[in-house]
């Protein structure tokens, strides 16, 4: 038996491909969403200081001793008797120079804060992430695959529980045990104090420090990236292409790692990148607990002295990193997921 | 003929029960939902329990960081306060941001997450930005930003923590708002005359609540977590007690350093407790009225 | 290629039984015997039991089910084989043919991986190295008439019958002697179909392969079988030469399953369709003369000049030279292209075309979900109104009917609130209408009695069919005075297609209501349809009465389509 052969023009006409948006507007599109949010980011930076309610200069030196006289100087540093138009050209035109103001506390330039500070939390939340991202994501993918076993509900519940727990009182505790407590650990900076070493010996304590500030970290953040990538697997787990892996001959650990994995992986990707303000969060209460270095503890100084240049310096940082790492990762996501890529 | 109101109503209810077996049938949700039951009634009680005189630090005549005993379970706190007392007032405060601040996050998340979904054109655009821009921007930083300038208090703390956190409920009700509109009974409703009233109310925001109510359950540990670090960083009221202060305070005294476990611990605890038993009821709640994801 | 030397029967199913953990018994002691080389169709419905059984053959079966009776693969128990054994015997001695348009490739690897990994794990000393297995899987992929970029793209940058096709290739990279094929070519547009179909049954006969082949169609199977099975409630009903079973049914399943897809111009089957296979003809029908309606062959074609001549008059919907562009990407796209139509008062159009033809944006359009760029859609000879509310008043003539009855149900609201969302949306309330009395009355209408039953049922308590008489009761409550039906029954099972359509003609006669009914069937058309418009690449190329076009067609294109409707496919064997 045969069947009758078809005319190709009507089957390229009945058969048409489905397509996508090209790489170059997807691009342009998500860049300019990207400023759009680093402008509001700017935007909010410079009018939360000054339109709510109350004055900056009294709720910068709330809870202080200071003199009437002290409070007009701080106004007038801070340009507040000019028109707010005024006052928001200025700060855009510092800005645009890489000026973030003067900080109160340090009496030095924020910007060259924000610099000296940068490496130690790009350090820590680096190793963190990486961490994190490597431990979530095995144990969540095995977790899935046997699901309902021991294993899944041991790691389960203990993500759960580091899920629930405040970082900054794991960190306290840490603290208390490793550091206080046992002195394995030291409690607070990146490196003894005083010590000159150099090289090897060097690197050897900044790790010695690291330990319980990543651990801490990691502690909280693995736990959310367990989560989604277990449910992503399992949202694989009854698609039909596994059918077809398994009907090949291919063995379950191979339909696993070959298969269900690299498609869980994707959608996992977007929601890693998605939750990079948690690791801010981290960054921020972690450094406050060990005194880290870094732009996070910068941030808590600005906030306990009050500073409100260091606070405003920042938060825009901070706010700008994590937009520029979103659009990083966006455009990431386009290279690995083929589904995505310019047609 | 049929009298669809009573119909209703009894469907309404038999759903109602079947939604309860289901949840009651995942030990860990159950175990959850009980024991935040007894933690709400003990805060409700607090004040029958413990007058709140008791706390009254010019009045306290047990001596300062006293270890637990007979008389103070938990010990006292740098100021002679007994800390299970604290502890149970402080879970007044600590739930009520956690709740207020949920239902603020939750009414801003649901209301710009199904506009963004339904409407199209200019006003989608603009929506999309201001979600976008809260999405990206680290919830805690702005958290903080707010909390700074507006005077110290709780009305700041559940403002500060609602106004950061609504943007990932909006994110996920603006996807169930375009997955339920995409269904050929949208385009059904629409044929038949219906407008956006209609849609919205009749058909998104009901498939739209289950999700949101899981979420909320969620939500609320995040914003007990929230609140405690927030009081942690300097910004809670300083008039009030919370776990988040309580655990401020054993900072600032200098009580964790000194080793004075039992007013570090219990605090920290309550929070983890607390905040797993709302996971937990969350994701019982979601797998039962999310069924796609019932395999999680 | 075959490496047995085993002499019995390919594959085997001896008396067996499968289960599943929820007591749903898929398959009911089932005795099916291929011999090597027979190719064998199994059909039947949607929860038939017909792909759980194939899947057993190689033991893909979901965990929780149980397997009673045993699956002998060339000789050998399946389900006595080791885990290491299974392995070996998957894709070299039998393998599967899955719906590849759906989502049976791995979104994120190449053609040329998926097809490679099959060489990798089977023939890793036929072919060695990478070179020798790219050479293999090009020597594949022109098998099945891809071009060698195929390897390199993939699934998504493929069309459905390009995905087809490489599932054929991937079946073959092994050289077993087993295809089992599970809907091939469901969810393809029939001339893609008639594509697939036609690698598929060449490669077969070239080869002398053992062919398993599953579908709902039963014309699709006796295109490349010789015997056909049918299945229904896991039970074998019915097998035999497939010309014997789709000429001269004799289980009744097997008529309904045949019926579904009539012979244009087998008179029996004008506007006869349904379980009783009664004739249902229009009593008062504007358009139609009394003499016609008796003898639909004769004359219909000097009626139907006429009635083109008579205008807008005469017609309860009109479109005017409608054109709708969509900008897709940057790119304009024209998917409706000066079209002209009329329909009659009571008159039954079939609006036939292949997908991406236009016909859905043409029906949106009509029904003012989709603005059209230029021209006019006139109703009882008033334009359609563009503003809110009278776009809204024109939703109450107008009445849509979806593809998709499970999808275009809420599954929150119950069968009453369903029928009564249109007259709360027009607040008929306020007009005097009594909500629950005219609910049971569409309801009844629409056949679903007694009403109470159905009313405080929700969708999913329902049948197929039974949604879809919701929908349309839904539609009826507004007594509207024209029905729009975009695919009404094509996502619907055989037996229930004959159903809704004998309801549409019903209500037609009874209330003389007419319909444009939208469909990629022409079976359909010649089923119900007075008229037929045919549509391609947004222009209607032919328009006239059903036995006219179908029988005489005009157009190059809607003779092409009739060439490749699945019951004559095989008749140029």
Known sequence: MSVAPVDPAAVAAADELPRGPSLGRYLALRAGGSLISLVMVVVVGFFAFRILPGDPAITLTRGRQVSPEEVERLRQELGLDDALPVQFWHYLLDLLRGDLGTSYVYRRPVSELVLEHLGPTLLLTGTAALLSVVLGLWLGQKAAWRRGTWFDKIHTGLALTFWSVPTFWLGLLLLLVFGGGLGWFPTAGMETAGSDASGLAHVLDVAHHLVLPVVTMVAVVYAQYLMVMRASVLEEMHEDYLTTARAKGLREDLVRTRHAVPNALLPTTTLIFLTIGFLVAGAVTVEAVFSWPGLGYLAYQGLNAPDLPLLQGTFVVFSAAVIVMNLVADLVYRLIDPRLKAA | ?296 | MSESTHDGPALAWRDVTITYATGVVAVDGVDLVVPRGATIGVAGESGSGKSTLVMAALRLLPRDARLEGTVELDGEDVGAMTFGRLRAVRWTSAAIVFQGAMHSLNPVRTVERQVAEALELHRDEQYPDAAARRARVLELLGLVDLPASTAGAYPHELSGGQKQRVMIALALACDPDVIIADEPTTALDVVVQAQVLRVLSGLVADRGLTLVMISHDLAVLAAVCERIVVMRDGRVVEEGLSREVLTDPQHEHTRELAAAFPVIGDESARYTVGHDRERILPTTAPALAPAERDDPGRDTADSARDRHTQGVGGAVLAVRDLVVDFRSRGRAVRAVDHVSLECAPGEIVALVGQSGSGKTTLARSILGLQRPTSGEVLFEGEPMPRDRAGLRAYRRRIQFVLQDPSASLNPKHTVYEAVAEGLRIHRLEREGVDEAARVAQALEQAELTPTERYATSLPSQLSGGQRQRVVIAGALALEPSYLVADEPVASLDASVRGEILALLLRLRRDLGLGALVITHDLGLAWNVADRVLVMHQGRIVEDGPVEEVLLDPQHDYTRSLLEVVPSRLGSHA
């Open chain 2, 1 to 296: 003929m049929v009298r669809p109101s009573s119909a209703a109503r009894l469907r309404r209810r038999a759903r109602l029960r079947e939604v309860w077996s289901e949840f009651a049938s995942q030990r860990s949700g159950l175990v959850g939902l009980v024991l935040l039951l007894v933690i709400v009634v003990l805060a409700l009680l607090a004040p029958l329990l413990v007058p709140i005189e008791r706390l009254d630090v010019t009045r306290v005549t047990a001596p300062s960081n006293a270890a637990p005993s007979g008389g103070h379970w938990l010990g006292t706190d740098p100021q002679g306060r007994d800390v299970l007392a604290v502890l149970l007032w402080g879970s007044r405060a600590s739930l009520l941001v956690g709740f207020a601040a949920t239902a603020v996050s939750m009414v801003l998340g649901t209301v710009v997450g199904m506009a963004a979904g339904h409407f199209r054109g200019l006003w989608q655009g603009v929506i999309l930005r201001f979600v976008d821009f809260f999405l990206v921007v680290p919830s805690l930083m702005l958290a903080i930003v707010l909390s700074s300038v507006l005077s110290r208090g709780l009305g700041t703390i559940i403002l500060a923590i609602g106004v950061t956190s609504w943007a990932q409920t909006a994110r996920i009700v603006r996807a169930q708002t375009l997955t339920i509109e995409s269904r050929p009974y949208i385009e059904r409703s629409i044929a038949l005359g219906a407008g956006d009233v209609h849609v919205l109310g009749r058909h998104v925001l009901p498939s739209v609540m289950p999700l949101v109510l899981a979420n909320t359950t969620l939500a609320v540990g995040s914003a007990i977590i929230a609140e405690s670090t927030l009081s942690f960083l300097g910004l809670g009221d300083p008039t009030t007690f919370s776990w988040g202060s309580m655990l401020k305070s054993a900072l600032d005294t200098g009580a964790a350093t000194a080793g004075y476990w039992w007013y570090v611990l219990p605090p920290g605890l309550a929070i983890v407790v607390v905040v797993l038993c709302f996971t937990l009821v969350g994701r019982a709640l979601e797998s039962v009225l999310n069924p796609t994801l019932r395999s999680r």
